[in-house]
């Protein structure tokens, strides 16, 4: 990939909408079409069509996502042993 020498170094750490799918395990189109819906994090930073994601972020985003899931579960099969 290109490098910009004049770039800022932030931009080296933070993901692409590519970076994004990836790590979710999604194709880049879908990324996209759930970012704009709400159903994944938003963008830190942008310029114009040139979007970045703090990596951070999205991971503690789909960890909380996931232990809520999890307690959900437990919960219900909690009530469900208790009938």
Known sequence: MFKN??????????????ELAEFFGIAEVTARKKVKRGEL???IAGLGRVVRFDPE????????RQEAAQEAVEEVVEDDAAA
Request: without cysteine.
């Open 41 to 43: 994090p938003q963008p």
């Open 5 to 18: 020498e004049n770039a800022s170094p932030i931009w080296d750490v933070l993901w692409t909408y590519a």
């Open 57 to 64: 972020f999205v991971r503690e985003w789909a960890r909380a």
